[in-house]
C-alpha cells in the first residue's frame, strides 16, 4: 500500500523539479542573451533582431513553464532550447547572416544552460499528466462518493480500493465489474447469473 501511494508523490515532485528547472534555465539563458544584446550584438544587422527576439521568447516561454504544468508548453521550450544552441553552433562553425560568432565565456555558458534546458523540459514534456488533473472529472466524483446523476440514477457512487492496491468503482455500497461474456457496448450476458458465490445483476442508467 505504502509503495502504491509513494509513487504518486515522487511524480509530482519530479514534475515540479523538471518545471522549475526548464522554466528557470529558460530564464537564465535569456538574461544571458539580454545581456550580450545590449552590450554590442544589437547592432550587429539581422542578428541584433534574432537576440531581441530569443530574449521576448525565453522570458516569455520560461515564465509560462513555471506556472503552467502542459506538456504542450513544455515541448515548445524544448525544441526553443535546441533551435537556440543550434543557432549558436551554426554562427560559430560556418557564420549566420554574414556574421561569424567568436567563442565566448558567455556564448558556452549559454549552450550549456540550453542544453540543460532541453534535457529538463524534454524529460518534463514525455512525463504522463498528473494524476491530480485527470481526477477533475468522473474519477474524483466517485472518489468523493457522488451521487450518480445519469437520468433516474439515485444511487451513490463511489470507489474502495482492493487488497491489490488498485481502486474499484461501487454504486451503493457494492462493487461493480464488467462480464468478462460481454464482448461489445451493450451487452449484459452476466445478468441474473448465479455464478461464484452470488447472483449477479445488471446495472442500468434507472439504477436498478
Avoid at 501511494?5 to 509530482?12: A, I, K, S, Y
Avoid at 528557470?24 to 537576440?51: C, K, N, Q
Avoid at 514534456?125 to 433516474?152: C, E, H, I, N
Amino acid at each position: 500500500m505504502s509503495g502504491q501511494q509513494d509513487r504518486p508523490g515522487r511524480r509530482g515532485r519530479t514534475h515540479l523539479a523538471l518545471r522549475l528547472a526548464g522554466g528557470g534555465l529558460l530564464i537564465a539563458a535569456g538574461a544571458i542573451h539580454l545581456d550580450l544584446y545590449l552590450t554590442g550584438y544589437r547592432s550587429i544587422p539581422v542578428i541584433g533582431w534574432l537576440f531581441l527576439l530569443q530574449v521576448i521568447a525565453a522570458f516569455g516561454l520560461g515564465a509560462v513553464v513555471l506556472v503552467s504544468a502542459g506538456s504542450l508548453t513544455a515541448a515548445a521550450g524544448a525544441v526553443f532550447a535546441l533551435a537556440t544552441l543550434g543557432g549558436y553552433l551554426l554562427s560559430l562553425w560556418t557564420g549566420l547572416f554574414g556574421f561569424t560568432e567568436v567563442r565566448t565565456t558567455a556564448g558556452i555558458a549559454a549552450g550549456v544552460i540550453e542544453v540543460a534546458a532541453f534535457a529538463a523540459l524534454t524529460g518534463l514534456a514525455a512525463m504522463p499528466a498528473r494524476r491530480g488533473r485527470a481526477d477533475s472529472g468522473p474519477l474524483a466524483r466517485l472518489r468523493a462518493g457522488a451521487p450518480g446523476t445519469g437520468p433516474g440514477v439515485t444511487g451513490k457512487l463511489a470507489t474502495i480500493t482492493r487488497s491489490d492496491g488498485s481502486v474499484q468503482a461501487t454504486y451503493d455500497g457494492h462493487p461493480l465489474y464488467t462480464y468478462v461474456g460481454d464482448g461489445a457496448p451493450g451487452q449484459a450476458n452476466g445478468n441474473e447469473l448465479n455464478l461464484n458465490g452470488g447472483l449477479w445483476h445488471e446495472v442500468t442508467a434507472s439504477g436498478r
